[in-house]
């Protein structure tokens, strides 16, 4: 799968926050578009745009104990355990592994596709053998051959702790299903049915020579690959689309119209899609719908299929969400289009896959684990993650107090990624609330930590903190503007928003004169930006003489 990770940018050696000041990391370095999604451009080429670091975003996944429970709840899964069972202690079957002809049916009613009594449809007897072919391939159940050379089918090995709801082992076979029907669902013919036998007519009929019947049928062979190659790339892009609107979705919002998913795969990022575009989705939406299928039989997402009746109404008709010139279709309407859920299965086996292809596919709350200096130093220098989100579940649970002085005891320090700390750490005593105030007290005078806490006093509504020294105040304005030259990846727009509240007096040469002065290693950045995107001429002026002064006097 081509999971895809944006480089970190910034300085991995960051370290203690004793270590010292290193070399700033400025918004020039970041270079990020956007939080997801993003590249850092530092020699890329268009060629190496592909292999450029996308991210990928945390999940939230349920326990492996529930997740067990939803795997063996999928009927496919469900059917492949209760054949393994029946096999016991042994059933015959044929050379190939497949069940013989007397126990077609009878496994079909075994598993409840077909009545008790009576006949049994082709179609069950058809569904039962699939469910076996699967429990073959899990290794569910074990072929051999006896000394009277009969070939038999017994239970693996698997199949007890499968059925006692072993975590780990009912996963691991859940996967490796997942895997084959991943792969059988990109399996395409390089000709329809009807072309394929136009063409082998031909040559007939044209009486082909052996040696070019060969080097036609190594023709087909290569357009099959090449077709096969096509429809796993898309299910691939597809998938992981989904794996990262469910991320960000809220609960209840993950189905995505089969149009919308077709329409974010087709259309450029940022472009409306154009009557041309249209019918580049529609096609992708015609490949995806039977792929898609096969998925949902194995519990990785859940599915509403294309209404195949559109095929036989007016021509041309649009997918949803993306038409040109039209309203969009009511909610009935569009679901005969294609709607598409992610299930938590789902968002776990791309997971798994994403790893074992080397790629870092996060879980929310991984960074919660340790200690406060290591959830600060793990947000900052994470590539891909919802820093809020690691926050809340770090501070849910503690005793706020001690929470709060852990907190701010790791935001202390001078190294690259400092200032981004002192700002995760305020955002933490917000969720803590007011629980946390004798912690912030403590830290008044603090020269690092004193100027924050106060506003964060102040904001909390009380009314005996004493305001800042003038040094505190100008170090806390560098300070909390670093962090968000950090935070925002040097994002102008945001930047200018920023900017625009500094408390730049009528007169910015005064007010600058003190701030170069400031004794803090991202003093002359600061002062750089602002003289790079200030609206006002004269206070850009003023930032950038600053800036100047303040690189000199290093």
């Known amino acids: 799968m081509a999971g895809r990770r944006r480089k970190n940018a910034g300085a991995s050696s960051a370290g203690a926050p004793d270590e010292g000041a290193v070399g700033a990391v400025l918004p020039a370095d970041l270079e990020l578009q956007d939080l997801y999604g993003a590249f850092a451009a530092h020699g890329l080429d268009d060629e190496d745009l592909d292999d450029a670091a996308v991210l990928v975003p945390p999940v939230r996944l349920p326990a492996e104990s529930e997740l067990a429970e939803q795997a063996k709840a999928v009927p496919m899964f469900g059917y492949a355990l209760k054949l393994a069972r029946w096999a016991a202690p042994h059933r015959a079957v044929d050379e190939f592994g497949d069940l013989t002809g007397p126990d077609r049916e009878p ?3 075994l ?19 699939r469910a076996w072919s699967l429990a073959c391939d899990l290794d569910l159940v074990e072929i051999g051959t006896t000394a009277a050379g009969e070939h038999v089918a017994i239970p693996g090995p698997d199949l007890e702790p499968a059925e006692e709801g072993d975590a780990e082992t009912v996963l691991e076979l859940w996967l490796t299903a997942a895997g084959i029907v991943r792969e059988l669902a990109v399996e395409a013919d390089s000709l329809p049915e009807e072309e394929a036998a136009e063409e082998a007519a031909e040559r007939a009929g044209a009486g082909a020579e052996p040696d070019e019947e060969d080097e036609e049928d190594e023709e087909r062979l290569a357009r099959v690959e090449e077709a096969r190659e096509e429809a796993a790339e898309l299910l691939d892009e597809a998938l992981q689309v989904l794996y990262e609107t469910t991320a960000f979705a809220d609960p209840g919002t993950e189905t995505v119209p089969l149009g919308v998913l077709a ?21 992708v939406m015609v490949a995806l719908d039977p792929m898609l299928g096969d998925l949902a039989e194995l519990g990785l997402l859940e599915y509403r299929p294309i209404d195949p009746e559109l095929f036989d109404e007016e021509e041309g008709q649009e997918p ?5 010139g039209e309203e969009p279709l009511d909610e009935e309407e569009s679901a005969r289009f294609g709607l598409v859920r992610l299930t938590p ?13 080397g790629y870092d596919a996060p879980l929310v709350g991984e960074l919660a684990q340790g200690d406060a200096a290591e959830l600060l130093r793990g947000i900052c220098e994470a590539a891909n993650v ?14 706020p107090v001690a929470a709060a002085r852990e907190l701010l005891v790791a935001a202390r320090g001078n190294d690259a990624y400092a200032p981004m700390r002192r700002m995760l750490a305020q955002l933490a005593l917000g969720m803590i609330g007011r629980p946390a105030e004798p912690a912030a007290r403590e830290v008044l005078d603090d020269p690092e930590l004193g100027g924050a806490t106060r506003a964060w006093l102040v904001d909390l509504g009380a009314t005996d903190v004493p305001a800042p020294e003038r040094g505190m105040a100008l170090w806390t304005v560098v300070d909390t503007f670093a962090a968000q030259l950090l935070d925002t990846g040097g994002d102008a727009e945001l930047l200018r928003e920023l900017i625009a509240d500094l408390p730049v007096t009528g007169n910015p040469a005064s007010y600058f004169g003190e701030l170069w002065r400031v004794d803090h290693p991202y003093t002359a950045d600061v002062l750089e930006a602002v003289g790079e995107l200030h609206l006002d001429r ?15 006097k290093g």
């Open 107 to 109: 496994a079909a009613r």
């Open 111 to 129: 598993l409840g596709l077909a009545p008790e009594e009576g006949e049994v449809a082709e179609e069950d007897v058809v569904e039962a053998m």
């Open 263 to 283: 329409a974010l795969l087709v259309v450029p990022e940022g472009e409306e899609p154009s009557e041309e575009l249209l019918g580049d989705i529609t096609d």
């Open 320 to 324: 949803v969400g993306v038409t040109v």
């Open 345 to 357: 299965l789902g968002q776990y086996g791309i997971r798994q896959w994403l790893l074992e292809d």
């Open 386 to 399: 919802l820093p809020d989100e690691e926050l809340q579940v770090w501070v849910t649970g503690r005793e």
């Open 538 to 552: 004269t206070v850009a002026k003023e930032a950038r003489k600053a800036a100047f002064k303040a690189r000199s």
